[in-house]
C-alpha cells in the first residue's frame, strides 16, 4: 500500500514538472526552436566543413609546396584551438562590424574547425587506397584528375564513411555552446527554462535525451549505408 502511494505521488510530481517546465507559458516551443537552431547550425556547418574539407585535403595531398604549407597550417591552428574560441574570435573579432545573423556566424565557425578534421580524415583516406589504383587508372588513359574522381575517391570514401559520421555526431554535439554568442539553441533552451522555474531536472535531462536521440538516428543512418555499400560491393 505504501509502494503504490508512493509511485502515485511520484506520478503526481512528475506530471507537475511536466507542466511547469513545459506546458505553463508554452515553454516547450523554447525546446522546439532550439532544437531548429542546432540543426541548422549542424546541417549547413557540416556542408561547408565537407567542402573545406576536400579542398583543403587535396591541397595538402598537392605537390605545390605553397598549399601544402598553408593547409598544414590551417589545420594545426584550427586543430589546436579550442571551438568555443574559435566561436568568439569569429563572433566579437571577425564580424564584429558586420550585421550578420549569429546563426551565420556560427556555421561559419564550426564549418572552418570541422573542415580541418575532415581534411585529416579525407586524405587518410586517400592515402589508404592502394597506389595500384592510381598507376591503373593511368594505363587506361584516365588523367591524374578523372583517376581520383572515378577510382580513388569513390574508394576512400566507403573507408573514411564511419570516420566521416563521427565527426558530424561530434559536430552536432559541440555547437552546444553556441550559446556563448547569445544563440537559444537545444542547450540554452532548457538552461533558459531551468532559469525561470529553478528545476534543474526536467528540462536538462530533456535536452540530454534529446541529444542522445539524434545521436542514435546517425549512428543507424550509418549502419544502414554502410550495409548498403557492403551490398554493392559483393555484386
Known amino acids: 500500500m505504501y509502494g503504490y502511494m508512493n509511485n502515485l505521488l511520484m506520478m503526481g510530481s512528475f506530471k507537475e514538472s511536466f507542466i511547469l517546465n513545459f506546458i505553463a507559458e508554452n515553454r516547450y516551443m523554447l525546446i522546439v526552436n532550439g532544437l531548429f537552431v542546432t540543426l541548422q547550425v ?65 556555421i561559419i565557425a564550426f564549418g572552418i574547425n570541422s573542415g580541418a578534421y575532415i581534411a585529416e580524415i579525407v586524405r587518410a583516406g586517400i592515402q589508404a587506397v592502394d597506389k595500384g589504383q592510381m598507376e591503373a587508372g593511368r ?52 538552461d533558459i527554462i531551468r532559469s525561470r522555474t529553478f528545476d534543474p531536472y526536467m528540462p536538462l535531462l530533456t535536452v540530454a535525451l534529446i541529444y542522445l536521440i539524434l545521436t542514435k538516428i546517425l549512428s543507424k543512418g550509418l549502419g544502414k549505408l554502410e550495409r548498403r555499400l557492403r551490398q554493392s560491393d559483393s555484386r
Do not use: C
Request: proline share 3%; no cysteine.
Open 42 to 106: 549542424t546541417f549547413f556547418a557540416s556542408i561547408l566543413g565537407i567542402i573545406i574539407g576536400f579542398m583543403v585535403a587535396f591541397a595538402k595531398l598537392s605537390h605545390v609546396k605553397v598549399l601544402n604549407t598553408l593547409a598544414a597550417i590551417y589545420i594545426d591552428i584550427i586543430r589546436g584551438t579550442p571551438a568555443v574560441v574559435q566561436l568568439l574570435i569569429m563572433y566579437f573579432i571577425i564580424f564584429a562590424s558586420v550585421n550578420i545573423s549569429g546563426v551565420v556566424v556560427a
Open 139 to 190: 594505363s587506361l588513359g584516365l588523367s591524374h584528375g578523372a583517376t581520383m574522381r572515378y577510382i580513388v575517391i569513390p574508394q576512400a570514401i566507403k573507408n573514411i564513411l564511419p570516420a566521416l559520421v563521427n565527426e558530424f555526431i561530434i559536430l552536432l554535439k559541440e555547437t552546444a555552446i553556441v550559446g556563448y554568442i547569445a544563440l537559444e539553441d537545444l542547450t540554452k533552451a532548457g
